[in-house]
């Protein structure tokens, strides 16, 4: 039981718990300390802290506080045995996951066996196949999933509960590219941007998880990090493997607590330039965050208007990318 608590407590910190709530909050003085408003009692000024290192809370409002399992008993006045039972069917086992790998794999078979999708990932500048089976890059070609999976024996209103069918029994990704979002080997989301006309990018309507495949980059001292998977993508395919993604410009609390776990790190903060600057915007705030917990960081400027994947699709090599590290500049 001990071993299970703490490989729960493990795989599903309190904040990312908590953050997985839609609970705000701000960092405060110490790296990875959180204030925000409790969630167990009614208030107007936040007094609810959580230390992401130690993975507890305290709520000076209260005068609660504890672990993960803790907070989960406060919270819906349950016994620690229930809360420890409930936690692990919500977050760690349970259909869910098994369901979220089966569709990742169907996907994945359905990648080679559709010409537009290789030739949209190779305008991209991907044509790695190891690259594409190590980040299980799919493909949904829309209408035939909620067969398959109904099949292998789900019912329909677990497809609608995750969002991957929707009311009227579709397919909620049609001609997308797939990746997975995985934490800790297991896939808590799928990213799915569009090969068509159709809204470029789409999420499940659940946690995304923490910074992309941190368990595969967080030993890294130096560390790139960029906006969307593709630039990920492209980065991991010339061999920068110390390449991390936030799944946009702004950084969850989970997401920049991962980032300070090591106080030595250098982070190169590659993200979009953008015509109305708020790719540089995002980087310079998130640098200056950065530093003052005493995290070095480095803003690296891609031509105007590029993205690190637009900049490869458009003819850059791993030689000028390197280039550009080079010149990346501090604060
Ligand atoms: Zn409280």
Redesign the pocket.
Known sequence: MDADLAELKRRLPLLEYLQRRHWKAQHVGAQQEFVGL?P??Q?THP??YVNAGKNLFY?H??G?GGDLIRFVELERQLSFRQSVAQLQEEWCSGPVRDLLKHTVTFYQQQLSRHPEAIEYLRQRALWNTELFAELQVGYAPGGNLRAHLTALGYPFALLLQTGLINHQGRDAFYQRVIFPCRQQGQIVNLYGRSIGAAFPHRFLPRSRGGLFAWDLVAHYPTMILVEGLFDLAVLWQCGLRNTTCAFGKQLTPFQFAQLCERPDRLVYIAFDQDENQAGQQAARALALRLQTVGVAARIVSLPAGHDPNSYFSSGAATADFAVLLEQASSL
């Open positions: 409790c167990l009692h208030e007094s609810f709520c409002g209260c609660r």
